[in-house]
């Protein structure tokens, strides 16, 4: 437990540090990933497989 708070205070800290305009360039960075048709695509491949191994909509 000590070591997860160690390690969430640390994380804080180093956040804190790299400031808004770092946590807005990750953002959209993540925003132009998950965007982007061949993520997409593969997402929604992934989806269908899910619904037709778990049966999904019976």
């Known amino acids: 437990m000590k070591k997860f708070l160690?390690?969430?205070g640390l994380g804080?800290?180093?956040g804190a540090k790299?400031?808004?305009a770092?946590?807005?360039q990750?953002?959209?960075a993540y925003r132009r990933i998950v965007d982007h048709?061949?993520?997409?695509?593969a997402?929604?491949?992934?989806?269908?497989?899910l619904s037709e191994?778990?049966?999904r909509g019976r």
Do not use: S, W
């Open 37 to 41: 048709p061949m993520v997409q695509g």
């Open 18 to 20: 790299a400031g808004r």
């Open 53 to 55: 191994k778990f049966g």
């Open 43 to 49: 997402a929604g491949i992934a989806r269908a497989k």
């Open 12 to 14: 804080y800290v180093l």
């Open 6 to 8: 160690l390690g969430a």
């Open 26 to 28: 990750l953002v959209q």
């Open 22 to 24: 770092r946590y807005d």
